[in-house]
């Protein structure tokens, strides 16, 4: 009888909602332990690649409900780098991210939800705001890993890469064809709060 007593208490303590609860996780840009890459393809020849230097970011994460979880970005324009000068100069000008009137970009999700193909992957809805526009997109993450750091914290990573069109976003300087679509590659390890 006891050990019946004991196991439904152990029972309904794990089912309870605090058990459940979502984590929140800040995005680790301190340690620079996430990245927000990108390449566009350059005439049609190869790659032009680079990265935002300056962001950050949370999420909320509930392994047993994809419903629950979320995630905020806000990425400094201004910090692109491509690893050369004179190009990042004119991606900053009005051209292209025009950085002194749109000094962010940002990303709200409004759903995610579990790849019933896939054990670690989910898709994310929600909405994208860069050069002042604002428009929905969706995107495959998947979790890289998660598990106490050195440091007594707790992280959790994720990988995901996404795919927009400049035109749809206000940009129509011509590139050419070729170079129409821009693929993000991001890396994202979170501290849990």
Known sequence: MKKTLIASALLAVSASPAFAAAESYTVDTQGMHASVNFKINHLGYSWIVG???DFSGNFTFDESNAANNSVEMTIKTASIDTNH????RHIRSDDFLDVSKFPEATFKSTSVTKDDDDEGEYVVKGDLTLHGVTKPVEFEIEQ???GEDPWGGFRRGFEGEMEIKLADFGIDYDLGPAAATVYLDMHLEGVRQ
């Open 144 to 146: 890289v890993g998660a």
């Open 85 to 88: 000068g004179e190009r990042d």
């Open 51 to 53: 990265r935002f230097n």
